[in-house]
């Protein structure tokens, strides 16, 4: 069974449109979505739908505790792959087939779906400085790892059940935790693939990462991958 | 080399060392970490270009160079105190929701059990 999580923090404006969009998914999929003490009324909007488990976390912890708390609820309903899917209409869910087959056909544990691997250029736009970003994160987790991921801050992103059960305990604690999980998992020995995806511009509502904090992002996000390389192997529960 | 500069390079080292073994073992997060790894690799810095302290003191206007060593220390350790408060008192506040969510829960789920 496959469980989509759904992180959303002030996305009232959203969380109908993506769980309209999600329900179209056939059969055996639950949705879960995760409100982080949201200040609007996504809660609210979330539960009207009827579609979705709506967990709301008292205090707000980052999408990183977010999509744990996901995670957790998706292993006790007995969801086997897990699909981490933004509210803020950016992902669409023509994709999460594609994401699911490397886990379906145990080639992979994660599967990440990647903007820059499509070979017809996408309608993604994407700032100057976000680019040197993805890059610097690229060429920072090649360095780390070894290996070449091409989208790290992507969040449309499977699980296999290992990989679930693993980031039910160890998911990185963080704000935008994104690039961090790359490096843990590969750290780990989970097998990471990615899959070619397009992405949307927003609906409604701002960006989480403001130009000014990018810096200090981008600060905090490579000391972490930096450290949890250097880490040992983590237990597996 | 000086005797006090060879003491003060090998303890920036020891510090950043201690600094990264407490990060390596989850003890610090990441986070919490930038400050004290920007003052060690300062003092590091410091250490290592002895002449930088005498320059930066003179420019500034510090007669008596080691003062500004001190400078940098207290600046590093209210710096550090600050972050401390803002960290506290938002798990402060975070504490007191959790408290006030669990109370309504027990609340809500003993008036359930009577009915």
Redesign the interface.
């Known amino acids: 069974m496959l469980a989509v999580i759904i992180p959303c923090y002030n996305e009232q404006y959203n969380v109908g449109r993506v769980l309209d969009e999600l329900t179209l998914l056939n059969s055996d999929t639950i949705l879960v979505v995760v409100n982080d003490a949201s200040t609007d009324l996504t809660s609210q909007k979330a539960k009207e739908t009827n579609k979705a488990f709506v967990i709301d976390l008292p205090i707000n912890l980052g999408v990183g505790g977010a999509v744990q708390t996901g995670i957790l609820k998706a292993l006790r309903l007995n969801a086997t792959q897990a699909v981490k899917f933004d509210g803020d209409c950016q992902h669409s869910s023509e994709y999460i087939k594609d994401l699911l087959k490397p886990i379906l056909q145990n080639e992979a544990d994660i599967v990440i779906g990647s903007r820059f691997l499509s070979e017809e250029p996408d309608g993604f736009k994407s700032s100057f400085f976000r680019k040197i970003g993805i890059k610097l994160l690229q060429v920072f987790t090649k360095i780390l790892t070894g290996k070449v991921i091409t989208d790290p801050t992507s969040g449309f992103r499977a699980y296999g059940s290992k990989a679930m059960n693993f980031m039910a305990v160890n998911y990185p604690n963080f704000d935008y935790p994104e690039p961090e999980e790359v490096v843990l998992a590969i750290k780990n020995d989970l097998k990471v693939l990615e899959v070619p995806v397009k992405m949307r511009e927003r609906f409604a509502g701002k960006s989480s990462i403001s130009a000014l904090g990018s810096v200090y992002y981008m600060i905090k996000v490579m000391l972490a991958m930096f450290f949890i390389a250097l880490r040992k192997h983590k237990k597996m529960d | 080399m000086e005797k006090i500069q060879i003491i003060s390079i090998i303890g920036s080292v020891l510090f950043l060392f201690f600094i990264?073994e407490l990060?390596?073992r989850?003890l610090i997060?990441?986070?919490y970490?930038?400050l004290w790894?920007f003052f060690g690799g300062l003092f590091l810095f410091i250490s290592l270009w002895k002449d930088g302290v005498d320059w930066f003191a003179k420019i500034v206007g510090i007669y008596y160079p080691p003062a500004m060593l001190l400078l940098f220390l207290i600046i590093a350790v209210i710096f550090v105190l600050i972050q401390f408060s803002v960290v506290v008192s938002k798990q402060s506040d975070?504490i007191r929701?959790?408290a006030?969510?669990v109370a309504l829960l027990k609340s809500q789920q003993t008036k359930e059990n009577d009915h």
Do not use: D, G, N, R
Request: aromatic letters at 0%; a positive charge.
């Open positions: 990264v990060i390596k989850c997060k990441e986070a970490s930038i790894l975070q929701k959790l006030q969510e």
